[in-house]
């Protein structure tokens, strides 16, 4: 879908639909809004008082033939409190209209500004909620889709400065693309998304970005002695690959930003196996690794003055007659030896040494992320994602960036006293800690491998896949991380 801005008057725009918003108890007796009563023969006025518009959140009044303007229909959506309104109400207001006026077959919607947020940003969240809403994870249906072609998208506002407004809808596409990117490769079946075809779209993306890739095979990670990855992956028949993202700005830079996505593209359990209820899900637990791929897609494309590189550790975990067994120990890059106790604890171990061979290639602050722990759905729900680490100030600055995209991030404690649960009888470290604080243990267990290098994890797991249709997002894969991750690194 395309998205451009036009200066004219509303009216005077040329559209299957005029999408406005309306405040919780306005009226319309100022502004657009009174005059799209009065050239509407006064529809919002009597919608107001049926009580069919109030202006909560959630609301759609949908009317057709509105009067004296061009657009053949008009969208009123509830756009709640006016103090409680932001940019995430943007994204989530555009995305609402983008998915209901492609099932009303539109091809085109003028989405009216009426707030006096910041332009730029603005238009930013609106062209990334809509081209968010319209990714649908249906790429496998054979049957004729019924759900009409949505062309273009009119940010309508008579104000501000065009290259402002013209930079923020630049940069929103370059950052939902991304975002529709991860998804479509979290989405993918694992029998297609193997480690392997990972590391090609990989490639992809690297030749199409100018970004630099080197993809280490099993014999250059054992060289590099991974043996907490390799120990993972040894129940596969699909080999492991260790991806290597670099970006490089014009200027020499002294920051170093290492981005660490889990990119497990199906987990059994291994021999600590699943439940099957719900098995078909776990092709998601290489969201990490998707997200890290599409962040490094988009900061390509958005040129920051810092050094980035983006690692993903990639393999399955699957159970076999070579597969990894509870009980055996394994040693790290880094030297340290490793008690596996539960081998569905894979995540943990792969990002040990991927987070090491981060620090290896020289970067200065590493975040990871990851589906890592089922306890962070039971801690935060689908709501938050929870980010623990070593660094407040790389904290704050992550949970600052996701607030402005839309990401909501709390942060755990990660005291030392955690250690203790993980502690091994007959190795430097083991791979769980037992029942309780089970985010906050495995992130000490990653902890253990950054050494002093400032650090940051966000447990993704609770947020990564939507359960439940929303009006403004499909059901499946999120992309939560991409809209974060861009922003740490290349500013909101």
């Not at 983006?310 to 120990?329: K, L």
């Not at 081998?343 to 620090?359: M, S």
């Not at 006293?417 to 007959?426: A, G, L, M, N, T």
Request: glycine share 10%; hydrophobic share 40%.
């Amino acid at each position: 879908m395309e998205v451009k801005a036009d200066a004219r008057k509303f009216a005077e725009i040329d559209c299957d639909a005029l999408v406005v918003g309306v405040y919780e108890g306005e009226k319309p007796d100022g502004g657009a809004l009174a005059e799209i009563d009065e050239r509407s023969g006064g529809v919002i006025t009597s919608l107001i008082e049926t009580g069919e518009l109030t202006g909560k959140s959630g609301e759609s009044s949908y009317v057709h033939n509105p009067g004296d303007i061009k657009a053949r229909r008009l969208l009123l959506l509830g756009a709640g409190k006016l103090d409680e309104f932001n940019l995430d109400v943007v994204r989530k207001m555009a995305g609402t209209a983008a998915r209901m006026l492609r099932g009303k077959k539109a091809r085109s919607f003028a989405f009216l500004r009426r707030s006096q947020l910041p332009l730029g940003e603005s238009a930013q969240a609106a062209t990334e909620g809509a081209l968010l809403a319209l990714f649908d994870p249906d790429k496998y249906h054979t049957n004729d889709k019924t759900e009409g072609h949505l062309e273009t998208m009119i940010l309508a506002t008579t104000e501000g400065d065009k290259n402002e407004l013209d930079r923020g809808v630049e940069r929103g596409r370059i950052v939902a693309e991304a975002a529709n990117f991860a998804r479509e490769v979290i989405n993918e079946p694992s029998n297609l998304m193997t480690p392997t075809e990972l590391a090609r779209r990989a490639e992809e993306v690297a030749r199409e970005f100018g970004l630099e890739i080197d993809v280490l095979d099993e014999a250059r990670m054992k060289e590099m002695n991974m043996g907490a990855l390799l120990g993972v992956a040894q129940g596969s028949a699909e080999p492991a690959k260790m991806i290597v993202l670099r970006y490089r700005p014009q200027a020499e830079s002294d920051e170093t930003i290492a981005i660490v996505g889990k990119g497990i593209t199906f987990d059994t359990g291994g021999i600590s196996i699943k439940p099957a209820d719900g098995m078909e899900k776990m092709k998601y637990d290489m969201a990490g690794g998707a997200t890290t791929i599409a962040a490094l897609r988009a900061i390509a494309q958005l040129k920051p003055s810092v050094n980035v590189i983006g690692i993903v550790p990639a393999t399955e975990n699957m159970p076999g007659g070579r597969a990894q067994r509870p009980g055996d120990v394994v040693r790290a890059m880094t030297g340290k030896t490793i008690e596996v106790i539960n081998t569905d604890a894979e995540g943990r171990l792969v990002l040990a040494d991927a987070v090491a061979y981060a620090r290896y290639l020289g970067a200065t602050k590493i975040v990871d992320l990851a589906t890592l722990t089922g306890a962070v759905s039971i801690a935060l729900g689908d709501i938050y994602v929870a980010v623990l680490g070593t660094d407040q100030e790389l904290i704050d600055r992550i949970i600052a960036a996701g607030r402005n995209a839309g990401e909501k991030i709390w942060q755990l404690p990660l005291d030392k006293e955690y250690r203790e649960q993980i502690k091994s009888e007959i190795a430097d470290i083991k791979n769980i800690g037992g029942r309780k604080a089970g985010t906050i243990t495995g992130a000490y267990f990653i902890r253990e491998f950054v050494e002093e290098t400032p650090w940051a994890h966000l447990d993704i797991a609770g947020t990564a896949w939507n359960e439940t249709l929303k009006p403004y997002l499909a059901v499946g894969p999120t992309g939560v991380g991409v809209r974060t991750l861009v922003n740490l690194v290349c500013g909101n």
